[in-house]
Each structure stands twice: as structure tokens, then as C-alpha cells.
């Protein structure tokens, strides 16, 4: 490595300088006063520990994601988060045991070996809320709007639109083919990318009944608007798992719907984002002037079993960084300063003390620096009093 070489960032790491800095923390603070407001509770777990805990519950999904090390103290391998969330699960079934709901937020910085897509980081600031310990439309619903809020709270441009999913179409449709679980990867991976040749040689190498092929066949082709559920329930008809599904997605749109009418609705029952992760519902948030999802989440009711604690869980996360390359007006951050002058006398560090504690921001000259640009007032001694005046 040269010396030049040094000072560069690894590829997809990324950091943040004034005034830019300054605004993300702003924000951090006005997302999580709106959580707290909504009743959810902050926490903040390590940047590292055991790994068994960082992957307990979350299937292989984030294995590969995870950067490991060796612990010097304990000898123990350690992985560094990539994923706050199996992070609060762990806090919820061991630290709280919270009976009855428990409504928990974080914001903080994850690390990934790889990006997630190619306009991703591999250091996101992974901002989230999560409710344990109820099963239901309602704290789906609660938990897409908490989502929904901070996308306006940030000023997202442009219109947002909800793509809503359910992993349990895919669930027993790989339940009634009776497919490995190497098929059922393969077949995962040829939905993801909408593959549709690929699927038809798949499908039809698997001699299935008619019946079943035509809904392998079709999975991939069953997104868009509300209409979608009524061919679904069409094309499914007699799966009752499949048909509670549907209802459960029905019922959650009606109702995010109402709370926001502004918002587009989109369904693809083909999207099975962390399918390994969600047993449930899935959502997520676009909008056309970003081509990855801004926030997504759904329901992972299994993820705290291996804890010894298996209680329902539904929540969103979305990197931080990312809303705001989005959003159309960042709060401004406050640059200019007054410029007190140098010295040591009980009066001068009173007045510099005082405009401090008012929220001023006050930079105490220093012996031959030059003056900041920031400092566009100065403190000033005048009749034995200092004020504040114009430079």
C-alpha cells in the first residue's frame, strides 16, 4: 500500500463532513423524539458481540453479510452487526421480558462485508423501530405508519409509493411441490430476478401437476395494484393458507389507505425479500427518484425462539444516510458563531459561558489564529459589559 494510499477509504465505506454531519445528527434527534412520541422506547446495543447472537433467528440471510473476528479476551469468534435487529430481539427476550407489547427504537451504525446493492454503503446508519409481543393487523398497520412518518419527517421528494408482500404465498406453494430445500433456493433466486425462462425450464423439469406448475408459473407475474389480490384469490383458490394470507393483506392496505391516501399501494406476491428472515407480511417504501427501497420491513415472529422467547415482531429499519440524499430540504445547520476574544478573566468566560448555555454557538479566539469564516458576530467588552454586536 503506498502512502497515498492510506488515506483512502475501503471501497464502499463512506463518511460524513460538516455541514453534511451535522445535518444527519439533526435528524437522528427529530426521528427519534417522532418514536418517542409514538411511544417506543430507545436502545443501544453493542457494535460487537458473540456471533451465534448476531445470527440466531435470521436463517443465512445475514451470515454473509457479517464480518468476523477473533474476540483477544476470551478467545470467542465475534461479529460485528450487520443487522441491528436480532440485536433488540436479544434485548427484548432477555433483558426486558416486557409482558404484553413492547415498542423499542435505535439508530446506529452497522457494518457490511459486502454492499447490498450498488448504490449502497457497506457502513449504513441503521435507523429502526420495532414492536414485540403482538400478532396482528394492528401492529403491522401501527408499524408501516411510524414508517410512512418518517419519510415525510425527513421530506422525502416525490411520491411514495408501499410495496406490500406476504412470504406465505411462497411458503405453501414450496409446501404443496414438496421442493428441497436446494430447489426452493434455486427457484428463490429465479423469482427474485423475475427470471421467467429459467423459471419455465424449472418448473416444467419438475413434473408437477398441472395445476401447481400453472401457480409456480404464474408467482412471478402476480404484482401491482389491488387487482392483483382478486387474481390471486382466483388462482389460489382452495389454499387456505394462501387465502389468509391475502385477507391479512387486504386488510392492512384498507386501513393504510385511509391513515394515507396520498400513498400508492403496489402488491407483488413474488417479493421475498429476507425470505429466510419474515414469516409474514412484507413492506416497503419507494419512491421514483431512488431506485432501491428506502425503508422495508414485515412481520419475523420466529426470530426470537432460538432466544428462548418466541413472541410476534413486526418493524422497519432504513439507513439514515440514504433519506437524506433523498429528501428535498434538510433542516440547516447553524454555522455561523460569534467570536469571543481570547483571555482568562472571570467576566469574559461568564459571557462566553452564559451565550453557550443559550444554544450560541461561541468560538473563543486562540493566540494567532486567523479569524473563522464562521464568525460573522463578536463579543465585545463595552461599559464594563459584554455584548454581542455585527463584526
Not at 61 to 80: I, N
Not at 128 to 145: K, N, P, T
Not at 193 to 202: C, H, Q, S, T
Amino acid at each position: 500500500m503506498t502512502l497515498a494510499d492510506r488515506w483512502l477509504l475501503p471501497d464502499g465505506m463512506k463518511e460524513m463532513l460538516p455541514p453534511r454531519a451535522r445535518q444527519v445528527e439533526m435528524m437522528r434527534r427529530r426521528l427519534l423524539d417522532l418514536y418517542h412520541c409514538w411511544g417506543y422506547d430507545l436502545v443501544m446495543p453493542p457494535l460487537a458481540e458473540h456471533l451465534e447472537s448476531l445470527l440466531t433467528g435470521v436463517g443465512r440471510d445475514l451470515e454473509l453479510k457479517t464480518f468476523k473476528l477473533t474476540d483477544q479476551v476470551s478467545g470467542h469468534t465475534l461479529g460485528v452487526r450487520a443487522d441491528i435487529t436480532p440485536q433488540v430481539a436479544r434485548i427484548d427476550a432477555h433483558r426486558l421480558r416486557t409482558e404484553g407489547p413492547s415498542r423499542l427504537c435505535y439508530c446506529g451504525s452497522v457494518l457490511h462485508t459486502r454492499p447490498g446493492h450498488k448504490l449502497a454503503s457497506r457502513n449504513p446508519l441503521q435507523l429502526g423501530a420495532e414492536l414485540y409481543g403482538h400478532a396482528g393487523v394492528d401492529s403491522d398497520v401501527e408499524v408501516i405508519s411510524l414508517m410512512l412518518e418518517t419519510l415525510a419527517a425527513v421530506g422525502v421528494r416525490g411520491p411514495v409509493s408501499l410495496d406490500l408482500g406476504h412470504v406465505g404465498v411462497f411458503s405453501q406453494l414450496m409446501h404443496d411441490a414438496e421442493l428441497t430445500t436446494e430447489q426452493q433456493d434455486d427457484f428463490l433466486d429465479m423469482l427474485q430476478r423475475k427470471a421467467l425462462p429459467e423459471i419455465a425450464g424449472f418448473v416444467d423439469a419438475l413434473a408437477l401437476a398441472p395445476a401447481l406448475s400453472e401457480r409456480l408459473l404464474a408467482l412471478p407475474r402476480m404484482s401491482g395494484g389491488i387487482e392483483v389480490l382478486a387474481q390471486a384469490r382466483t388462482l389460489f383458490a382452495g389454499s387456505e393458507r394462501i387465502s389468509q394470507a391475502l385477507d391479512y393483506l387486504e386488510q392492512v392496505a384498507e386501513r393504510v389507505a385511509v391513515r394515507y391516501p396520498q400513498t400508492d399501494l403496489y402488491f407483488d406476491l413474488g417479493e421475498l425479500r429476507g425470505y429466510h428472515y419474515h414469516t409474514g407480511i412484507v413492506f416497503a417504501a419507494y419512491t421514483p427518484h431512488f431506485g432501491q427501497a428506502l425503508a422495508k420491513g414485515g412481520r419475523y415472529d420466529e426470530i426470537g425462539r432460538d432466544f428462548g422467547r418466541a413472541r410476534p415482531a413486526t418493524g422497519f429499519s432504513a439507513d439514515l444516510k440514504t433519506l437524506l440524499e433523498t429528501a428535498e430540504a434538510l433542516p440547516a445547520p447553524e454555522q455561523s458563531a460569534v467570536l469571543a476574544p481570547s483571555g482568562e478573566s472571570a467576566e469574559l468566560l461568564a459571557a462566553v459561558s452564559e451565550l453557550r448555555l443559550q444554544g450560541v454557538r461561541v468560538v473563543q479566539a486562540l493566540e494567532g489564529e486567523v479569524v473563522p469564516g464562521c464568525c460573522d458576530r463578536q463579543l465585545v467588552q463595552k461599559d464594563k459589559q459584554w455584548v454581542v454586536e455585527a463584526r
